[in-house]
């Protein structure tokens, strides 16, 4: 019998499925059909210790003729030597497996380290998301304020940089910038809230080392000098004259007078509704989420402080907040009257406003609403009302520890007759011409 040849498997058809081919020196194949279409399996059939056996050698036409004949030749030569080319397949086969095991841990190692690799190196963007969900939004105004800063000045430059990859001098940088433009201030509130941010990063082991450690803000924005402006009594003669000519809307007058009279802060007022106010028993309760430090307040209004109130009442368009908004359906901005009062006491007119730029510019020159809340305290303070009274009507925190744990009287009475005295001295000022017709008196506490 001959030799096959490659022809003779080219002629092949679906007519020879299942025919066997014979090469010789125990080599043979058989045609088959499969989805590629015929092919021809070969096998090495040969004995040993007295069996028959057989062993694959390859598939035409996937291997060629000539290499399946080099597979039965090395077969043969197991055979000749003893060996036995079927378990030495099976130990190969195994051998593969044990290697494409190995492969597929290492693998998954390589996979493991990337990701932790990809964790490590998360963008800022990323982090600071985070961030704000876990630990700003903590804040009273939801970190919308820092993250205003944060989208403004930093998101821009360092986005998409990997957080591992932050250097100090990139965040100088930054706030350099920022300095430069003159917003001193903005650059130390950023400063801290960056700080706030990488000691979180730290606490996950997301960066090494806190890349702003050992800075103060000093070394950004300069140390804030304490704001200590407060109105005089004279200026208080004049802010009365001063205000039909301003243009402001009559709620904004009123709440100048409430902030003046009640040493409260211009957020909450903003925030308050008529439910908060006892116009029969004089109170204004300032609930804990709209005080700066999260703490109820009570304010005892005095007669002036409640004629500010009975005035603004029919023009707050029957609205549930003191202060409403434009539609009315919910309370203006403590921006809002900040900025008003801004636009008129600039000592360099804006072009195109005219003089009502300077409309409530007074003698000591520019204020703002808080130096309201420290004009009416130091008015208390001359009219005689002890400093700790002075703190209570101001609703700050009592500093000493032991104070604070074991002294609970309140003082609600002493602190009534704080705010009486104050709206006495503002009705008094309020109904001058001049500071000539007022007699400034200096009261000391009854001791």
Known sequence: MGKLTVKELESLTEQDEGRKLFDGDGLYGRVRQQKVGLVVTFEYRFKQQG???????GKWPTQSLRDIRKVRDSKQSLVDSGADPIELGRSDKLKKQLETAQQIENQQAELARLATETAARRTFADSIAQWERLELSRRKDGGSEAMRAIHKDIMPILGEVAIVDIKRAMLVDILDGVVERGALVMANHLFGDLRQFFNYALAREWVEAHPLAGLTKEKIGGRQKERDRYLSENEIIELQQQLPAAKLSHVTEY????MLSTCCRVGELSQARWS????????????????????????????FSKRQFIQLQPISGGSGWCLPSRDGMSHIGPKSVAKQIRDRVRSNPVKGRGKVSEALLL????????????????MMGELGVMGE???RCLNHVEQNKLKRIYQRHELKSEQRDGWRRLGERLSLLCSSSTIDNVIIGKFTSAV
Do not use: F, Q
């Not at 709440?255 to 409430?258: D, G, L, Q, R």
């Not at 609930?287 to 005095?302: D, F, Q, R, V």
């Not at 204020?367 to 130091?378: E, I, N, Y």
């Open 389 to 391: 009274v002075i703190e």
């Open 51 to 57: 069996k028959t056996r057989t062993a694959s050698c």
């Open 255 to 258: 709440a100048i007078w409430i």
């Open 276 to 303: 908060d106010i006892d116009m029969e028993n004089g109170e204004w309760h300032i609930p804990e989420g709209n005080s700066k430090n999260s703490k109820a307040h009570t304010i005892y209004l005095s007669d």
């Open 363 to 378: 003698t000591g020159g520019p204020w703002t609403p808080h130096d309201l809340r420290r004009t009416g305290a130091t």
